[in-house]
């Protein structure tokens, strides 16, 4: 039976129809149409019962209708007699983004037809409409964050050395409920699982795209499997380069300082040689090593993507904080790269990796669930960018992370266009407008199949290692390694842009990942560490 039960309507004794009672019938104790009967449930449900015509039992609650949402059976309760539709398409009344597989209602007294994206978005429109008590709302806890780094964020900025006062721009966002870090919780160790996808699969990405960087994607043969250095003669051929050796150590010095020390993590990127470093990066290394200025007169004014390549582990440890997240992914690309498109690409980068250990697949598959995930990492960099001083290297005209985010990527959603069509619009080198926009886009074109998104980013991208490192990472906070890991691709699932699509990619599907990745087991026991370890108010940092 629908939703594992029995109790709907096809089998309630108030159900009156002629002949069939799978077709649309009327609930006799109700007086409401009902279109689809054994998808159909209220809570005065009765099977057996005689004599019904004596007897007429109180009224209660609401009648529901089912849907799959969020990967299992819902029950989603009727407005009156007004009957939800799932899995429909439309425009969402109270988001505006268009949904191909949210919920349609029809008011019977108006005639008026409204949609809605999500099922949560609907319950908590219905709530307000019939004046429910309660708070649907986030729980926003009040935090005094990490005293010590709030201060340097306010001494820097009134000093002249922040490009902008970022924490006070862009929309404040909360997480609905914590994430857990000890190994007791029920939950942890699915969240450990998608904490070694966030690492190890962002390694994998970077190790694959590594032999591609900075070549033309359309003058190429492409990527198959990894391929050593060149002058390679044993261990690992899957090597990883600086975007997995800065996350790394970001990583290291969050955990070794309990939060975001900026100047033990300059010390740290200074400390060992950096492979395949980038410009802004080098600059950084003479200016904090060779020259000897403070950490916070070392970055770059440089909108490349070093500082969002790295910035995973902020949204991991700070998992639980936005406030605290937003803070840090500011401060951590600042040690690098002082320019504002920097700032806004390191939060972004930070944000969508806690919202993705939050979620399954179910909850971004669909065209209105991906929107509404763009237009929330578009809203919290919301004017932290200067616009007037970026523009598209394909046509120079003006744009911003947020604009290509919220707006840009929604609208080629909707009509599929595929990664390498996106790429021709919007670039993908070292330039962050490029990189990370594109990186998105090839996870969100096929969010349930990471042979995909692997093989979209590497050989769709000129930057291939870094976009391939920050898709990769996307994929594996989504649906964590063992699943990324796994090479069957009758296992993986299609969604929204991708449902058509043969199976095959480029990729060798009878090699392991894992086996070839240089410095797996360090990366997970680091992926491990981060899992017990999140920021927690009154640390010391």
């Known amino acids: 039976m629908p939703n594992g039960g029995s109790d709907n309507c096809g089998n309630c004794v108030w159900n009156k129809t002629e002949g069939d009672r799978t077709r649309p019938c009327s609930c006799e104790l109700r007086g409401a149409r009902v279109t689809n009967p054994f998808w159909t449930y209220c809570d005065n449900f009765e099977e057996d019962r005689l004599g019904t015509g004596k007897y007429r039992p109180f009224v209660r609650g609401p009648i529901y209708s089912s849907g799959i949402f969020q990967g299992w059976y819902t029950r989603i309760p009727w407005l009156g007699n007004n009957e939800p539709q799932t899995h429909t398409s439309g425009i969402c009344r109270v988001t505006g983004v268009k949904f191909s597989k949210g919920i349609t209602l029809a008011i019977q007294e108006t005639g008026e037809v409204l949609g809605f994206a999500s099922n949560d978005i609907y319950c908590h429109w219905l709530e307000a409409r019939l004046g429910a008590s309660g708070d649907s709302q986030p729980v926003i806890r009040q935090s005094s964050g990490d005293k010590a780094l709030h201060g ?182 600042m040690v690098t790269h002082s320019d504002s498109m920097a700032i806004a690409s390191s939060i972004v980068m930070a944000y969508a990796t806690a919202k993705l250990l939050r979620m399954d697949l179910h909850q971004i598959d669909d065209l209105g669930t991906m929107t509404l995930f763009c237009r929330d990492l578009a809203e919290s960099i919301a004017g932290i960018e200067d616009g007037s001083g970026y523009e ?118 009878s090699k392991d990942y894992l086996e070839e990745l240089e410095f797996r087991e360090e990366l997970l026991c680091l992926a491990d560490r981060l899992a017990v370890r999140a920021w927690s108010e009154g640390e010391p940092s």
């Open 152 to 333: 340097a964020y306010s001494d820097l900025f009134h000093q002249g050395y922040l490009c902008c006062d970022y924490m006070h721009l862009g929309m404040d966002k909360h997480f609905d409920f914590d994430l857990p870090s000890a190994a007791n919780d029920g939950d942890f160790w699915k969240l450990r699982d998608k904490i070694r996808g966030a690492i190890i699969c962002g390694a994998i990405g970077d190790a694959m795209g590594r032999q591609v960087e900075s070549q033309d994607p359309n003058g190429r043969l492409p990527v198959s499997w990894y391929a050593p250095w060149r002058g390679w003669t044993s261990g690992p051929t899957g090597t990883i380069t600086d975007d997995t050796q800065l996350t790394w150590w970001l990583a290291d010095s969050l955990l070794a300082k309990g939060g975001l020390d900026p100047d033990d993590l300059a010390r740290r990127f200074t400390a060992e040689r950096i492979r395949g470093i980038g410009q802004a990066t080098r600059e950084f290394v003479r200016n904090y090593k060779d020259k000897r200025l403070p950490w916070y007169q070392s970055g770059i004014q440089s909108s490349g993507n070093g500082a969002s390549m790295r910035a995973a582990p902020v949204g991991i440890f700070f998992r639980n904080d936005f406030d605290e997240l937003k803070l840090a992914a500011g401060m951590q690309a």
């Open 392 to 509: 598209t290297r394909n046509g120079g005209k003006p744009a911003t992370l947020a604009q290509r985010i919220g707006q840009e990527i929604p609208n080629y959603l909707e009509v599929k266009a595929t990664p390498a069509e996106v790429q021709k619009a919007f670039w993908s080198g070292a330039y962050v407008l490029e990189s990370l926009p594109f990186a998105l886009y090839c996870f969100l074109y096929s969010p349930g199949h990471f042979d995909r998104v692997l093989s979209h980013a590497v050989n769709e991208s000129r930057d291939a290692d870094t976009v391939a490192a920050m898709a990769g990472t996307l994929c594996g906070a989504l649906n964590g390694l063992t699943c990324n890991a796994d090479r069957r691709y009758w296992l993986k699932r299609k969604c929204y842009c991708d449902q058509d699509l043969w199976p095959a990619t480029p990729l060798d599907d």
